[in-house]
């Protein structure tokens, strides 16, 4: 139900925007979020955002990338700038749903190296 794409092979410095496209409305979902996984790392919440538009940023990732989504494409993006190599990962987008208990929707990731 969810399809991250974006990935790429990006210089120390540079940006890339991913995207998560939902395969229905995404007001059916409480909260969306960004994980990423390092080689040989656990998996990291990076940042969220609720349905209100709220969001919440990773220390590591502040003032350096954005959350936002886009209701009317039921798309959900992460404009990720001044890249580092530590920021080299598979990131996952992540959706929880509206039912008790609630179920969690996770795409398939898109792998995002930083590297000169």
């Known amino acids: 139900q969810l399809v991250e794409s974006g990935g790429g092979l990006v210089q120390p410095g540079g940006s890339l925007r991913l995207s998560c496209a939902a395969s229905r409305s995404i007001f059916s979902f409480s909260v969306m979020r960004w994980y990423r996984q390092a080689p040989g790392k656990q998996r990291e919440l990076v940042a969220s955002?609720?349905?209100?538009?709220?969001?919440n940023y990773a220390e590591p990732v502040k003032g350096r990338f954005t959350i936002s989504k886009d209701n009317a494409k039921n798309t959900m993006y992460l404009q990720m700038n001044s890249l580092k190599p530590e920021d080299t990962a598979v990131y996952f987008c992540n959706a929880r749903g509206l039912g008790l208990p609630p179920p969690d929707y996770w795409g398939q990731g898109t792998l995002v190296t930083v590297s000169s």
């Open positions: 955002i609720i349905i209100g538009g709220s969001t």
